[in-house]
Each structure stands twice: as structure tokens, then as C-alpha cells.
């Protein structure tokens, strides 16, 4: 017969059966393993996890019976050593069911690369040396119990399995070759309910918002004063078989008919137009003469060249001091097209997001216009479907970061400035982080200084800049990877 104990058989360290009466009995439990890693070259490369490192949270759930405290985790996280004894708390953490964190650095086995050769590339005489750095948690799924019968009823409770007729529920784990092992019956258990419990206790489930307010303007250089003159030409209401030099028919098999039509002409371009919508108007006419409204539309006098060089210079001040609006937040909108509202997990159960926001300006060549964009964001968690309601929040490693470009009219060129560098930042459900606004470009100025003739008739147009066709000048960069719920 076998020795038993504690509703035990009891092994030896070799796996051979022994009687132990003085064993320590343990207890039973639904554990859940999280395992994060990093490979690295020491010396060259840092050991610390980052953000992409966290892009995928698998979880393993298993069963073990637990004496002294200590399990071997070594076949259930990849692990390249020998075994991995971990100490697990008896008494979970009452929030979180975490009983062991463990960080683990070894020297990676399979590591075959070298440094540095002999000179035939022989023998390595410098081994590279590779290195894995482990980041576990251990988390307990309910109560420890010592007593198997009261355990098994608890672990099949999830997957319907009811006990035989003397009260005997199917076995948890089976001796395989020195090893225990979970059976077929703890196995399609753990699959089908467990599994998922422990996903949706420790997999966060999250909502992210990412808000974009933006603030921008057009100024425009109108090219055309509609000037409604009057055209008249006879056509044939029929068949026409000749017709002069007007296109007017003379020779109609039908009845001719005089029609009049009105249309726009001449053109003009001398003004610069602000955010010309229905909501708001700001005009400038830059370059002297006279600009007045009438019959719905914009028209203008136009001036000589001194007139339009003194007006430009001033209305540049002019539209300058519009632009200061960029700098308080009430003139922002929320941008709806650019916002988004991201699921994690997400796509394949990955834990890791990215957005962005930028500044830029632009111009349209053929229709002279001129336009720039501000913006910020906002950054806010909500609770996911599957939140537990105990959880207040997220921990997130986040990297997020202002890149200032090299585009000639940005303010300051190539600048990277960190707000978060590959951190672990705890974000509470519903409280929202203002992120800066993008802001590294130049007011409004003359290029291309010059003067009129002594008679103010001839001189080269004004050059406005900054311009450029979509030139980005800044970009606010955020990335991050959601680790774990806070509670």
C-alpha cells in the first residue's frame, strides 16, 4: 500500500514512495502565473523591461499542493535554468491574491553568440554573454485549503462537476514520471472556467481616451473682386444654320430667343482673410486701398505697390496677435475625427497603445492659402467591461514625449523632451492627464524684404512665412503598455 498523509501520497526527492509521517502536510490551491521577460547583452544593452516588453500578458493557470511554502516554477514560464524555487505567501493579498513577486536575472544557456574571434573564426575567445531578466508575480484564485475533499469540491464548483456516488470527485493530479501533473478532468477545468477567471480578475479590461482639442486658422490671400457685368447673345430655340462672329444665330429654323446673363470678373488679389466662416470673421486688409462688402461679397480697391508693402507689414502684426488665441485653452474644440477611444486588451490581446498629436502649418500654392493647426491632448481611463468593481485604476508603463522638428520655421529644431520615460505611472479610473500643446512655430513674418520704386509702381509681392506644404513642427508621442488593475 501506499503511505499517505494529509490525503497525500508521499514522495521523496528522488520520486520514490516513502512513508513520512513527519512531512509537513501543506495545502491546495488555484494558482495564477504572470510572467514578463526580457533578453539582454550585459554591458551593452539595460536590464530593465520596457514598455514593448509588456505588449502581451499571458497568464497560467495551474493547480498546486504546496509544502514548505515553496513551488518550482521553472516548467511553467519558459524558464532556461535548472528550477525556479519561489516562496509563495500563505495569506494572499486581500485586493490584489498576490502571494509572491519575484524578480529573477541568469545568464541565458542557449546564448551562443562571441564577441570575439581568433583570426581565423575558429575559436571563440569572448563569449558574448546573454542574459534573461524574469519579472513574476504569483496570484492565489480563493482560499488555501487543507483539506483535499473541501479543495476539490471548491475547483470543480466552477466546471458543473458533481462527485461520484460515494461522494469522490475526479482526481487533480496524477504522478507522470516522477512528476505531478494535472488530469484530463483538472485540465478541461482549468481550460474551460479557471482560465477565464483568471483573466478577467488579472488581465485589466480598460477603456483609453485619447481627446484631441485643436485650435487653427486659415488666412487667405483673395485672388478674385467679382464685378457683375452683363452678356447678351440671341440662340435658337430650334434648328440654327448660321451664326456671326458672337455666336449669335442669324439663320434660325425655330424662334429666336434674346437671353441675358450676368457673371464675375476681374481679378484682384491685395487682402489677407482670417478664418473667413459663418461662426467667425476677422478681415485685414493689408496693403492700403479700400476693402468694403457689398452684394455679399468682399470687394477692394486696389493700392500701389508702397501702399501694399506699409499695409502688409501691418496687418502681419495684426494677424500675429490673432494667433496668440492658440495659447488659451477656451478657444479649443474637441477634435471628434482625430480623438479616439481604444479597447485593451485590444487586437489579439495586446495590452499596448500609441497616439499622437501634433502642430503644422501649410499653404496652397494655386489658391494663396496659408493655414495652421494647434493641438493638445487629454489622456483618461475608464473601466473596461470585465473591471472588477474593486479595481480604481490601472498601473501602465508609458513612455510619452514632445519632438520638436527641424522644419526652418520651428522654433527649436530636433528637441525631444520627455514627460514619461518607459515609467510605471498608476492612473485612476475617470481622472483625466492634460497633455502639452504642440506650439514649436514661428508667428507670421516677411521673407523677402524689399522696397517699391521711387513712384510706388513696380515692386515684387510680399512673401509670408512660415508656409510649406504640411510641415509638421511638433509631435507629441504617447505609448504604453496597461501591466495590472490598482485597487
Known sequence: MFWTKCDKIMLNSSGSLERCDDCPCGYWGIFVIEVYSKSYKKGEQDSRLTRDNYCYKNLTTTVFQVTDNTV????????????????LSRTADPATGIVASVDKDIKDPASSDCDEWNDDYTVCLKP??????????????????????????????????????????????????GRWTMTGSAQNCIYNYWQQEADRRYKPSCIINYDIYTWSFNLWYPSVECVEEEYCYNY?????????????????????????????????????????????????????GRA?????????????????????????????????????????????????AANIPGSWGNMCWSGEHEAYHGNHPTYSQFWKKFQFAKLKFERGENTPPGASGVQVMITAYSHKTDDEDAIEKNVDTYMYENETVTFKFGEEKELPRCDNMRTYYIKNEQDCSEDCEEGGRPDLYPQGWHSTTEKFYVSLAVIRYVY
Open 72 to 87: 518550482d516554477l521553472a516548467s511553467y514560464i519558459d524558464y532556461r535554468g535548472e528550477k525556479l524555487c519561489v516562496k
Open 128 to 177: 558574448a554573454e546573454w542574459r534573461i531578466h524574469y519579472e513574476i508575480k504569483v496570484y492565489r484564485i480563493g482560499d488555501a485549503y487543507d483539506d483535499y475533499t473541501k479543495f476539490a469540491r471548491y475547483f470543480y464548483s466552477g466546471c458543473s462537476v458533481s462527485p461520484d456516488a460515494s461522494g469522490q470527485y475526479p482526481a487533480i493530479l496524477e504522478l507522470n514520471y
Open 292 to 340: 468694403y462688402f457689398e452684394d455679399n461679397v468682399w470687394k477692394y480697391e486696389s493700392p500701389d505697390c508702397c501702399e501694399f508693402w506699409s499695409g502688409t507689414r501691418s496687418a502681419v502684426g495684426q494677424v500675429n496677435s490673432y494667433e496668440e488665441r492658440r495659447t488659451r485653452p477656451e478657444h479649443y474644440n474637441l477634435d471628434d475625427s482625430a480623438s479616439v
Open 236 to 288: 435658337c430655340n430650334g434648328d440654327c444654320k448660321a451664326y456671326d462672329d458672337e455666336m449669335n444665330c442669324t439663320d434660325c429654323d425655330g424662334e429666336l430667343v434674346r437671353s441675358c446673363e450676368t457673371y464675375c470678373d476681374h481679378p484682384i488679389h491685395d487682402s489677407i482673410l482670417v478664418n473667413f466662416t459663418n461662426e467667425e470673421q476677422e478681415y485685414y486688409y493689408t496693403i492700403g
